[in-house]
């Protein structure tokens, strides 16, 4: 099995900053995709930014500029670095990755249980 487990979310102010992480652990032969997606309440979840499988990078229109995100293959962990924060990023933000836990495996999505991130005056 894969675990995801994410960290880092919390209470911050308009205009702070906040990093979260993603740490993946069990059995992993590769990761083929990694991204992180939110959930604000009301709404359906979008993908905030991610790496595909080829290897670039894709971010949401509204996160561009002010989101980056960054992985430590050694570590299998993946990041989110949230500058400029506004109170609509207000979300619960989800770590996904395409897994493939073995070179025999086909490849699955694993989620993490997501952090919740507030930006509030």
């Known amino acids: 099995q894969v675990q995801l487990v994410e960290s880092g979310g919390g209470l911050v102010q308009p205009g702070g900053s906040l990093r979260l992480s993603c740490a993946a652990s069990?059995?992993?032969?590769?990761?083929?995709?990694e991204g992180w997606y939110r959930q604000a309440p009301g709404k359906e979840r979008e993908l905030v930014a991610g790496?595909?499988?080829?290897?670039?990078?894709n971010y949401a229109d509204s996160v561009k500029g002010r989101f980056t995100i960054s992985r430590d293959n050694a570590k299998n962990t993946v990041y989110l670095q949230m500058n400029s924060l506004k109170p609509e990023d207000t979300a619960v933000y989800y770590c996904?990755?395409?897994?493939?836990?073995?070179?025999?495996?086909?490849?699955?999505?694993?989620w993490g249980q997501g952090t919740r991130v507030t930006v509030s005056s």
């Open positions: 996904n990755a395409r897994v493939r836990r073995s070179i025999r495996s086909p490849p699955n999505d694993y």
């Open positions: 790496f595909t499988s080829g290897g670039s990078t």
């Open positions: 069990g059995s992993i032969f590769s990761i083929n995709a």
